[in-house]
């Protein structure tokens, strides 16, 4: 017989998940210099697999609550992993051909030598601006979704899986090149931006960044995959129809 969990319960048990997570993050963490590679958001990840894309922002909010209260970083810390994760969530919410092909121009662009010549046209000023456009773009998109009230799109057994991993990956990546390079390393090191852009190249921060989108999506996949193999299905589904109706909760 299925076993069967209410949605909030679940929803609770993630939040608390990534609050523990964070809370022992030294334990669970590489450190890569610039940023830490950690486990941080697949409870994010595998609500928004398991629950929808709302359910995902409650748990990402926790998290980020957490890295207030108990990370040195503090508030850029937190804006960081907001607008990191936000990407693969959104990704994973809505695979699409079109995005992942610009995000791999864009990609192409900064590796080339794009982050060093767009620092130097912008100036300190200009490129700042950048970087916190770079992190204030999905969280604009974060919400949108979630006035719109999208369907959660299963992208187990399909194309979309594929799709979805790529695109979180260049996604984060890309965005992260502006948001770290132009804005957090600056100001939380304390760095000149030319500092920042010859100390950290753009391929480093988009290659961390991919590591950590593929331990968000393949921690999270593999447990949805669990959850779902294991006979806790029923309970799963009708969560889902619950959400296409229009629930408040999604």
Not at 33 to 45: A, E, H, L, N, T
Not at 81 to 102: D, E, I, M
Request: proline share 6%; charged share 10%; with cysteine.
């Amino acid at each position: 017989m299925p076993q069967r969990i209410s949605r909030p319960v679940l929803e609770g048990l993630l939040a608390l998940a990534a609050v523990a997570l964070q809370a022992s993050h030294e334990t669970f963490s590489y450190d890569a210099g610039f940023m830490y590679v950690d486990p941080v958001g697949i409870p994010s990840v595998l609500a928004c697999l398991l629950l929808g894309f709302r359910a995902s922002m409650r748990v990402l909010l926790a998290t980020v609550a957490a890295i207030v209260l108990l990370d040195p970083s503090g508030v850029i810390g937190a804006l960081l992993k907001l607008a990191a994760t936000l990407p693969v969530v959104l990704a994973l919410q809505r695979p699409s051909a079109a995005a992942t092909a610009g995000f791999v121009a864009l990609g192409a662009f900064l590796l080339s030598g794009g982050t060093n010549w767009l620092a130097r046209l912008l100036g300190s000023g200009w490129s700042m601006a950048v970087g916190l456009a770079a992190v204030a773009a999905p969280i604009l998109a974060a919400g949108v979704t979630w006035w719109q009230r999208p369907p959660t799109t299963d992208i187990f057994g399909s194309w979309r899986l594929p799709l979805a991993i790529a695109l979180a990956i260049l996604a984060r990546g890309c965005l992260m090149v502006f948001a770290d390079l132009y804005f957090a390393v600056p100001v939380f090191f304390g760095q000149t931006l030319l500092e920042a852009v010859a100390g950290t190249p753009a391929h480093v921060v988009m290659g961390w960044n991919g590591v950590q989108a593929v331990v968000d999506v393949l921690g999270a996949g593999l447990l949805a995959m669990a959850w779902r193999r294991h006979g806790l299905d029923t309970r799963y589904t009708s969560l889902h129809e619950h959400e296409h109706q229009g629930s408040p909760g999604g």
